[in-house]
């Protein structure tokens, strides 16, 4: 199972980290990412860490603004956010396989286990 938390209010401009947690004991051997769904939008993969630990998946609405990384001892993978905008607004889901490559990494429809989301309300 996948925890999100984190998410809340913040203004434009600001930072926020969201995080996900494991519960499985094999965390290590999971390609993780991060995805968020606006309202009225369908759902856009944001970044993504194979399981082999390279954390360089980014979609091109999260580079340079936001970080994602893992910390396999605490099964937990973040989101780091920063400079966010109003239309950053949206619910953040993270999601994990043991099954994915580099051409599925960001292929929501690949990955078996999702978090319950977290929202993040951007202000202008």
């Known amino acids: 199972q996948l925890q999100a938390s984190g998410g809340g209010f913040v203004q434009a401009g600001g930072s926020l980290r969201i995080s996900c947690s494991a519960s499985?004991?094999?965390?290590?051997?999971?390609?993780v990412a991060w995805f968020r769904q606006a309202p009225g939008k369908e759902r856009e993969f944001l970044a993504a860490?194979?399981?082999?630990?390279?954390?360089?998946y980014y979609a091109d609405s999260a580079k340079g603004r936001f970080t994602i990384s893992r910390n396999n001892a605490k099964s937990t993978v973040y989101l780091q956010m920063n400079n966010l905008k109003p239309e950053d607004t949206a619910v953040y889901y993270c999601?994990?396989?043991?099954?994915?490559?580099?051409?599925?990494?960001?292929?929501?429809?690949?990955?078996?286990?999702w978090g319950q989301g977290t929202l993040v309300t951007v202000s202008s």
């Open positions: 999601a994990a396989d043991s099954r994915l490559i580099s051409s599925t990494i960001r292929d929501e429809y690949r990955y078996a286990y």
């Open positions: 499985a004991r094999t965390f290590s051997g999971y390609s």
């Open positions: 860490c194979k399981w082999s630990g390279t954390c360089t």
